[in-house]
């Protein structure tokens, strides 16, 4: 069984800054991708930041020089930093991870986490 788990939610001025973390742990082989999502209020999901190999990163035009995504291989952790905030960043934000579970010959599968509410007050 594998769980993703976010935290570092929270409430946050424009301007300031919050670092969310997301812990995969479980029966985990190997990670391909981990990422976060983001879903603002009455919008759908969105992509906000990829990190392939935990070294290739990727983000969304929105958080372009303002949201920093990395992780930590050895504790399966992804992280996303996250600066000079505005309001329209308020969303539950939701880390996943695309990975095999319990050995080599299982398939890449995509795991979500349960979500995490960032609210950015003007």
């Known amino acids: 069984q594998v769980q993703l788990v976010e935290s570092g939610g929270g409430l946050a001025q424009a301007g300031g800054s919050l670092r969310l973390s997301c812990a995969a742990s479980?029966?985990?082989?190997?990670?391909?991708?981990m990422g976060w999502y983001r879903q603002p209020p009455g919008k759908q999901r969105e992509l906000v930041a990829t990190?392939?190999?935990?070294?290739?990163?990727s983000y969304a035009d929105s958080v372009k020089g303002r949201f920093t995504i990395s992780a930590d291989n050895a504790k399966n952790t992804v992280y996303l930093q996250m600066n000079s905030l505005k309001p329209e960043d308020t969303a539950v934000y939701y880390c996943?991870?695309?990975?095999?579970?319990?050995?080599?010959?299982?398939?890449?599968?995509?795991?979500w986490g349960q979500g995490t509410q960032v609210t950015v007050s003007s």
């Open positions: 479980g029966s985990i082989f190997s990670i391909r991708t």
């Open positions: 996943n991870a695309v990975l095999k579970a319990g050995s080599a010959t299982s398939s890449f599968t995509l795991y």
């Open positions: 990190i392939f190999g935990g070294i290739s990163t």
